[in-house]
């Protein structure tokens, strides 16, 4: 018993992908709105000042500005140049010297076939852009208040140190 696979597409054949295409540009900080600083209110009414993490990358200062990625997908004419069967996955190479391969489903044998899933592709890795820059600042609010915290806690700490060390030192100046 023998099995045939049906290859989509004839060597020689040109026909379209979606292209990768993108833009990053530069935005205001949405948490800061690019003062490079934020005005945290704590329980008790205090407010501390403090730098904006949104808008800093790693130990670097804030900038006052996000990087977000913007997906601009496209139609490319491809030319079915060879064709490689693994299993049931078709690839296609677009020329004889290029590294650069295509799954049969990715490809499309109209421009405007083509145009539609670059537009639905566009439009899913926007949502996902979207939804990992709210991951991301909501992570980074976490961090903010969590630095706060610890900061607020280290000065009442040393504080606290500060006036037993000088209970102690004025011990020992009353002994000499």
């Given at each position: 018993?023998?099995?045939?696979?049906p290859i989509p597409f004839a060597i020689g054949e040109i026909v379209w992908r979606c292209g990768n295409g993108h833009v990053?540009?530069?935005l205001v900080c949405p948490e800061c709105a690019g003062?490079?600083?934020?005005t945290l209110v704590q329980g008790n009414g205090e407010q501390v000042f403090i730098a904006?993490?949104?808008?800093?990358?790693?130990?670097?200062?804030?900038?006052g500005r996000v990087k977000r990625t913007?997906?601009?997908?496209?139609?490319?004419r491809f030319l079915c140049a060879r064709v490689d069967v693994n299993g049931d996955?078709?690839?296609?190479r677009d020329d004889a010297l290029s590294c650069s391969y295509c799954e049969a489903t990715r490809l499309f044998r109209s421009h405007e076939e083509c145009?539609?899933?670059c537009d639905a592709e566009n439009a899913q890795r926007?949502?996902?852009?979207?939804?990992?820059a709210i991951a991301n600042l909501a992570s980074k609010r976490r961090d903010m208040a969590w630095s706060v915290h610890y900061w607020g806690r280290k000065v009442r700490d040393l504080a606290k140190d500060l006036e037993t060390a000088r209970a102690r030192l004025a011990v020992c100046k009353d002994r000499a």
């Open positions: 018993m023998s099995a045939s696979l990053e540009e530069y003062t490079k600083a934020l904006c993490a949104c808008c800093s990358l790693g130990s670097d200062p804030p900038s913007r997906f601009e997908h496209r139609p490319e996955v078709i690839r296609y145009q539609r899933a926007a949502e996902e852009e979207k939804a990992r």
